[in-house]
């Protein structure tokens, strides 16, 4: 259609919420069990399946979904989802010519092995909450590839050891100074990692992870947070100081505020050491985010 005032700027399509669920055997009785959801998109040439209606070129999304459960069960990698990624990516360009980017998404859902009379039960797992392990990927023909790992919707709270005062005051402002206060945020932290230097099949991922995690919940812990800005520094900043193959961080933190409520009408003390009745309040929600990179 030479004479279009439009042309095809750019494509991408795939299949998106695959669900995979996988039992490993390690031996009869103690499996692990690792659940993902997952999204490829593809990228190449395909300009024709949209513009000249030709499905020549298109690999079924139904294939690619097909693909996953294979790659899933032929796969030593499933439980490190940056390699079972990577993984996906390599699949997609060795066996298609004309696709040249594929884009892998993968969050892994948290199955926690029950403890019975302080033992872990080998085969049976809990939900542990809406905290997911995710990845993005992008793997391309000319052997460039980029990783993010992703650590979400970790839900945590301090009842003490936060405050937040000396803040720039305006008309406006009607937020009174706090020097004790609950502290409660739904974790996101994002990282990347330098793969100029370090080579994909070295990096401990799953080592990293477990890192960003116990960094970020003992930071949140001990830290006398004087903002959520400070302490998520010095997070992102620890991150850095212990894992080498991290280039940079990123955390996004919503302030969840637990406002006082007023129990002036019942005669019941409700102020200063007596404060310890709150209202959770979902939003308005402060925001705060911040990115710590390798110098």
Known sequence: MPNSVAYLKKQAYGKTKVRITKVIRHTKNWHDVVELTAQVLLDGKFETSYTEADNSVVVPTDT?????????????????????????????????????????????????????????????????????????????????????????????????????????????????????RIFSTSVDAKWTYNLEKSKIEEI????????????????????????????????????????????????????????SVNLKPFNLPNEGKDMNIFQPISDPSGYITATIARR
Not at 77 to 94: A, D, L, P, S, W
Not at 213 to 238: C, H, N, P, W
């Open 64 to 180: 690619v979904k097909n693909t996953l459960y294979v790659l899933a069960k032929k796969s030593e990698n499933v439980q490190t989802i940056e390699r079972f990624g990577y993984e996906i990516g390599q699949h997609f360009i060795n066996r298609y010519s004309h696709v040249d980017d594929v884009y892998i998404k993968l969050i892994q859902h948290r199955w926690t092995r029950v403890e019975i009379d302080g033992q872990l039960h080998p085969h049976s797992f809990l939900r542990d909450g809406d905290e997911t392990r995710r990845v993005e990927l992008v793997v391309s023909r000319d052997g460039k590839v980029s990783i993010e790992s992703r650590l979400k919707d970790l839900l945590v709270l301090k009842s003490t050891g936060s405050s937040f005062t000396n803040f720039h005051r305006c008309e406006n402002t009607t937020l009174q100074d706090a020097t004790d």
């Open 204 to 259: 401990p991922f799953d080592e990293i992870a477990s890192s960003v995690r116990e960094i970020t919940l003992s930071t949140f812990a001990t830290d006398d947070s004087a903002s959520v800005q400070a302490t998520m520094y010095q997070m992102g900043e620890k991150v850095l100081g212990q894992n080498v193959d991290v280039s940079e961080i990123s955390y996004a933190l919503p302030n969840k505020h637990y406002l």
